[in-house]
């Protein structure tokens, strides 16, 4: 089963209910899709045994046989090309590595090179038991296209596993990549009016995919009850609040998960998977 855990904007406390979420559930896998800010090993601490490169395409051209004709830079809908009167120019960064281009070309001038965009690094979290088998992607500084690397680091989940895949923040292209395939999604969010907007908006993007999904509220015991009504009105399962909690949040500046130290909270995340089971069920 895989398990997307997403929130409308950053800072609600996402990769902890991830990583805590990963490591008190047995036979769990982790995967950080948040690649431009992957923080999941921050707390997790995997021993990394294998790296891998993630390109994407990247026009090149040859130039014996370019007309200069212009055309590639006109169907390219990025701007990615200029074409000049004795050269043509490739701008990397906006590059979708579509293919467009060399499909256009009259000349058969334009081949596929590649552009390194990442790397996704593979491991263990050694446990008592069982390890827990982590992955995450890291993209490459003032890369702007994520979604292929996160791509790349889905196709490691392993089947035969608990999947739980720690989303990017927000609503756009990475974090549809992310939860495309999903089997369930938590949504992480906080007790406050910014906290309902962007569940609004995480929800109405989980509705579209026909994902199913419950809701969690971190820092409960602060801000108000809108997040509460609106998921009694709107029927969604409220499957975890978790209060401020001073242990929490020291164990958190620390870099330490948790359940590590606390087997009750071990106890509550592990309820948590039953709890997304019986919705399944439902
Ligand atoms: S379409 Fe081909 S021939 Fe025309 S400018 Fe581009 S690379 Fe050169
Ligand atoms: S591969 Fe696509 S995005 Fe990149 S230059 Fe060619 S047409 Fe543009």
């Not at 431009?36 to 045994?49: D, T």
């Not at 051209?61 to 090309?81: P, R, V």
């Not at 004795?86 to 590059?95: A, G, I, T």
């Amino acid at each position: 089963m895989i398990i997307a855990v997403a929130s409308g904007k950053g800072g609600t406390g996402k990769t902890t209910i991830a990583t805590n979420l990963a490591l008190s559930i047995p036979q769990a896998q982790y995967i950080d899709c948040d690649v431009e800010e992957p923080n999941g090993n921050l707390f997790l601490k995997a021993e990394i045994q294998q790296k891998e490169d993630v390109g994407v395409p990247l026009p090149h051209i040859d130039s014996a046989l370019c007309t200069y004709c212009g055309i590639c830079a006109k169907d390219c809908e990025f701007n990615a090309l200029a074409v000049l009167k004795d050269r043509v120019m490739v701008f990397p960064e906006l590059c979708h590595g579509c293919g467009v281009c060399s499909y256009v070309c009259p000349e058969k001038a334009i081949s596929e090179g590649e552009k390194i965009i990442g790397v996704v690094e593979r491991g263990v979290v050694p446990q008592e038991g069982e390890d827990l088998v982590f992955c995450q992607g890291v993209l490459n500084v003032g890369e702007p296209m994520s979604p292929p690397l996160i791509k790349k680091a889905k196709t490691y989940a392993e089947p035969t596993r608990t999947v739980i895949m720690d989303a990017p923040p927000g609503t756009s292209c990475p974090v549809i990549q992310t939860l495309n395939g999903a089997d369930f999604c938590l949504l992480v969010t906080e007790p406050t009016p910014f906290g309902l907007n962007d569940l609004e908006l995480a929800v109405g993007v989980v509705r579209q995919m026909k994902i199913p999904f419950g809701v969690i509220i971190n820092r409960s015991d602060s801000g108000d009850q809108s997040v509460v009504e609106y998921c009694q009105r709107e029927n969604i399962p409220l499957l975890m609040e978790i209060p401020l909690n001073r242990d929490l949040a020291f164990a958190y500046s620390k870099g330490i998960p948790y359940v590590t130290e606390n087997s009750e909270a071990k106890d509550q995340f592990g309820q948590l998977l039953v709890a997304i089971h019986k919705e399944l069920q439902v």
